[in-house]
């Protein structure tokens, strides 16, 4: 008989031992700070410079706060004073806690940088930001607000509405429930097994989408587009300035009477995999118009200078 781990076991393996390898990276922690909590908690991280993770602890009761101190890629051992140069402040008030990094006073600037690494229970919401490191949130059952000036976004197994800001990193989201908004100045973006509604936007990197469930605005300014829709409602848009459109739609939606209408621009306009029969509208080289059904569903893809190819499946 073939056997298989539990999906929950797996989640708790990959977890505890992407966290020994993060841990014999970072070597000891500087200080560790444990809180007790005796409900859903709010957690508020900032730092400059330094990198932000939080994670799901197997611990209901207590979260824990480990700091890292660098100076470059030499770790601060614990017990060094570093007062004159970075000020931690910790504070708790009921269930919400905050741990604050920052330059002391009468510096414009320090050569340390203060990371975070928190263990906390699941049931936990965070605003977390930092001025250049990278956000690594995991497993986690409330609203998050990651900002970040360049590092790059990584969110996964969360149930809660997110928001993820960096001026030049790349964002990945993975197994979400809940509505997203997300941002880069540069970076990419990648977006798989969400359900919510989707807003990402990116300068210039590539948005790729797979396994998507939910309303989709998506806008990049020159990348291109890769999206695998699994369910939608109301709208779906790509956009983008001059990177070419590829999209898998549900097969039911060229079939059923509440359907999907289309405006499809691009240099070159394909569609496959469906019934041509049933569509009602114009189709040229660069441009499709029309709809399947009664067009319920508004689906609109612009590129300014690539292709667009639309594959139901």
Same mark, same amino acid.
């Given at each position: 008989?073939?056997?298989?781990?539990? !999906?929950?076991?797996?989640?708790?393996?990959?977890?505890?031992?992407?966290? #020994?390898?993060?841990?014999?990276? @970072?070597?000891?922690?500087?200080?560790?700070?444990?809180?007790?909590?005796?409900?859903?908690?709010?957690?508020?991280?900032?730092?400059? &410079?330094?990198?932000? @993770?939080?994670?799901?602890? #197997?611990?209901?009761?207590?979260?824990?706060?480990?700091?890292?101190?660098?100076?470059?890629?030499?770790?601060?051992?614990?017990?060094?004073?570093?007062?004159?140069?970075?000020?931690?402040?910790?504070?708790?008030?009921?269930?919400?806690?905050?741990?604050?990094?920052?330059?002391?006073?009468?510096?414009?600037?320090?050569?340390?940088?203060?990371?975070?690494?928190?263990?906390?229970?699941?049931? *936990?919401?965070?605003?977390?930001?930092?001025?250049?490191?990278?956000?690594?949130?995991?497993?986690?059952?409330?609203?998050?607000?990651?900002? *970040?000036?360049?590092?790059?976004?990584?969110?996964?197994?969360?149930?809660?509405?997110?928001?993820?800001?960096?001026?030049?990193?790349?964002?990945?989201?993975?197994?979400?429930?809940?509505?997203?908004? &997300?941002?880069?100045?540069?970076?990419?973006?990648? #977006?798989?097994?969400?359900?919510?509604?989707?807003?990402?936007?990116?300068?210039?990197?590539?948005?790729?989408?797979?396994?998507?469930?939910?309303?989709?605005?998506?806008?990049?300014?020159?990348?291109?587009?890769?999206?695998?829709?699994?369910?939608?409602?109301?709208?779906?848009?790509?956009?983008?300035?001059?990177?070419?459109?590829?999209?898998?739609?549900?097969?039911?939606?060229?079939?059923? !009477?509440?359907?999907?209408?289309?405006?499809?621009?691009?240099?070159?306009?394909?569609?496959?995999?469906?019934?041509?029969?049933?569509?009602?509208?114009?189709?040229?080289?660069?441009?499709?118009?029309?709809?399947?059904?009664?067009?319920?569903?508004?689906?609109?893809?612009?590129?300014? &200078?690539?292709?667009?190819?639309?594959?139901?499946?």
């Amino acid at each position: 008989m073939k056997s298989t781990l539990p !999906s929950a076991f797996l989640f708790l393996f990959m977890v505890l031992g992407n966290s #020994a390898i993060f841990a014999a990276d @970072r070597g000891e922690p500087f200080e560790t700070k444990v809180f007790s909590i005796d409900g859903p908690a709010d957690l508020f991280l900032s730092t400059s &410079g330094g990198s932000l @993770r939080v994670e799901k602890s #197997a611990n209901h009761n207590e979260l824990t706060l480990e700091v890292y101190v660098m100076r470059g890629r030499e770790r601060i051992t614990p017990g060094t004073d570093i007062s004159n140069q970075i000020e931690i402040e910790f504070e708790q008030v009921g269930n919400s806690i905050k741990a604050i990094a920052k330059t002391a006073r009468g510096l414009s600037r320090s050569n340390l940088n203060v990371s975070f690494t928190v263990y906390a229970p699941e049931q *936990t919401s965070t605003n977390l930001t930092t001025s250049g490191g990278s956000i690594r949130v995991a497993g986690l059952n409330g609203d998050q607000r990651t900002i *970040t000036s360049g590092g790059s976004i990584n969110i996964s197994t969360v149930e809660g509405n997110i928001e993820a800001q960096t001026s030049g990193g790349s964002i990945r989201l993975e197994q979400i429930k809940g509505d997203i908004n &997300g941002s880069t100045s540069g970076g990419s973006i990648t #977006a798989e097994q969400t359900s919510g509604e989707l807003k990402l936007t990116t300068s210039g990197g590539s948005i790729r989408l797979a396994e998507v469930s939910g309303n989709v605005q998506a806008t990049t300014s020159g990348g291109s587009i890769r999206a695998g829709i699994r369910e939608t409602h109301d709208f779906l848009q790509l956009t983008t300035s001059g990177g070419s459109i590829r999209v898998t739609l549900p097969l039911g939606l060229a079939h059923s !009477s509440s359907g999907i209408s289309i405006d499809a621009r691009g240099s070159r306009v394909q569609i496959s995999g469906d019934d041509p029969d049933l569509f009602v509208g114009q189709k040229t080289r660069n441009r499709v118009s029309g709809s399947y059904g009664d067009g319920s569903l508004n689906a609109v893809f612009r590129t300014n &200078g690539g292709n667009v190819n639309i594959q139901f499946e």
